[in-house]
Structures are given as C-alpha cells and as structure tokens.
C-alpha cells in the first residue's frame, strides 16, 4: 500500500492542483504499469437484491487482487468516501483499501485514508479499524502511519 500513496504524492508533485480526478486516475495508472504493478481499472461490480442484479458500482482502481483505491479529489476525505470504498471491499472480498483525495491547492498534501475490514488489524493485532486509529503508533515497513 505504501508504493501506492508514494505514487499518487508522486503525481500530485509533478502535476500539482486543478486537474480532474480523471487526470490524477490515469497519472497514477502511468506509475503502475511502468513498475509492472498489476491493477484494474473502473472494476464494475453488480449490486444483487434478493438474487437479482439491481444496478451496479465501479471501483477506481483494484491493485493486484488484494487493494481497492478510490480516488477523490477535493478540500478533504469525508465519511462518504471510506463508507464508499469499505462496500467495493466488501462487494469483492478484499479486506484491504485505500482512499485518496487530491487537493484544491498546491499547498495541501495529499490525504489518504486506509481501510481495513479484517477481523485482526495486520499492524496491532487488535480488532479492525482504520489506520490513522491503529494502536501500533508507529512505523510499518520503515514507513509511519
């Protein structure tokens, strides 16, 4: 996951502010095909009601079967964001996803929000939360939370 956040601050320092998501999307999608990252893009899952398909929802980026990403750009995350990547985790069975949001301004920093929906949180060992709640407090893989 750490390779992904180092991507998108990638991109947003080379491109800065005032693009679309769309643009950051395809930037991103740049960096992972050029270090053979496998990924899909706009992964379009169908929504079941009793066994009928009623619609359906598209994930911005599944990377290597195990990672949702969704990507946002605005003045900051909202709940909406994560409730919105936690139902495509929850639509194709991956406990692990990440949300982005690129900034209005060149001044912010891009802000992720990672997502885990597993029993047992992979850093502390306690129940499943998110990340920036974690009770490891620490670094992970050299990286801080």
Do not use: W
């Not at 990638?10 to 999307?25: D, I, N, P, T, W």
């Not at 060992?125 to 620490?138: E, F, L, Q, V, W």
Request: aromatic share 8%.
């Amino acid at each position: 996951m750490e390779h992904i956040k180092r991507f998108a601050k990638y991109v947003f320092k080379q491109l800065g502010a005032g693009f679309s998501e769309r643009v950051y999307h395809n930037a991103i999608e740049v960096l992972l095909k050029k270090h053979n990252v496998t990924f899909e893009s706009e992964r379009v899952m169908p929504v079941l009601f009793e066994g009928v398909e009623v619609g359906s929802v598209r994930a911005d980026l599944v990377i290597e079967n195990k990672i949702v990403v969704e990507l946002k750009r605005g003045s900051s995350l909202k709940d909406k964001h994560t409730t919105q990547c936690f139902m495509y985790m929850k639509l194709l069975g991956i406990t692990e996803g990440l949300v982005i949001n690129f900034p209005e301004n060149d001044e912010d920093e891009v802000e992720f929000q990672e997502i885990c929906s597993s029993p047992i949180c992979s850093r502390c060992g306690r129940d499943s939360h998110i990340a920036s709640g974690c009770y490891a407090k620490t670094h992970v893989n050299g990286y801080p939370l």
